[in-house]
């Protein structure tokens, strides 16, 4: 965060009055990097999912000092270039990661009370609910270290919410340097894009 603060403080200083800045972000608080670019009205979120090239959406993130016009200027944009918008307010995690993360979290919580295996939950999700992975699969596949850094932040900034926790099976991972399918092993054992075992 503090990378970003500086470069939009820099940046909102030289850049013209007109200019539009957002941020890609997927978890950091919008309004804040709005206020360091001294341009808050003409700052926005504009959050992309990965793949891009293959992903529609994109959540256009507004803060309480969002100009409309702004607002209106960039999901306009996101329609140009062929993405499904839709609209949130500074929430953490926006729309898809403040729902996204809490249900990997408790899938994660399963495993630490041993309600399940990582692989029943996985298929559970995906033949019982529909998606294309289970949680386990995503965490991995996401890297646990970056579900981390986000639980992490979270659970300091809200430590009111039930919903953020740091589950003990992503601490021992991650202490153990294990990310998931960037290090080649996580909940699974990974070879490049695709599971091996567990």
């Not at 500074?90 to 403040?98: E, H, K, L, M, Q």
């Not at 019982?128 to 979270?154: E, F």
């Not at 039930?162 to 990310?179: I, R």
Request: net charge neutral; proline share 6%; aromatic share 8%.
């Amino acid at each position: 965060m503090d990378l970003k603060l500086n470069f939009y403080k820099t940046i909102g200083a030289i850049v013209k009055p007109s200019t539009i800045l957002a941020s890609n972000t997927s978890s950091l608080p919008i309004t804040a990097m709005g206020i360091a670019s001294g341009r808050p009205e003409q700052f926005v979120g504009v959050h992309f999912f990965n793949p891009v090239q293959l992903m529609k959406l994109v959540e256009i993130v507004q803060t309480e000092h969002s100009s409309p016009a702004v607002v209106e200027a960039v999901t306009k944009f996101g329609k140009a270039i062929g993405k499904k918008t839709v609209s949130c307010k500074d929430t953490p995690g926006f729309i898809v990661n403040r729902l996204l993360v809490p249900y990997i979290s408790q899938a994660l919580a399963m495993v630490d009370r041993g309600e399940a295996s990582i692989e029943d939950i996985d298929t559970s999700m995906t033949l019982g609910a529909g998606h294309p992975m289970g949680p386990l699969h995503l965490a991995d596949y996401i890297g646990l270290d970056t579900l981390h850094h986000i639980l992490v932040g979270w659970t300091a900034t809200f430590p009111n919410e039930p919903a953020f926790f740091v589950p003990e099976c992503l601490d021992q991972l991650v202490t153990q340097g294990k990310f998931g399918r960037k290090t080649g092993q996580g909940f699974y054992t990974w070879d490049g894009d695709k599971i091996k075992s567990t």
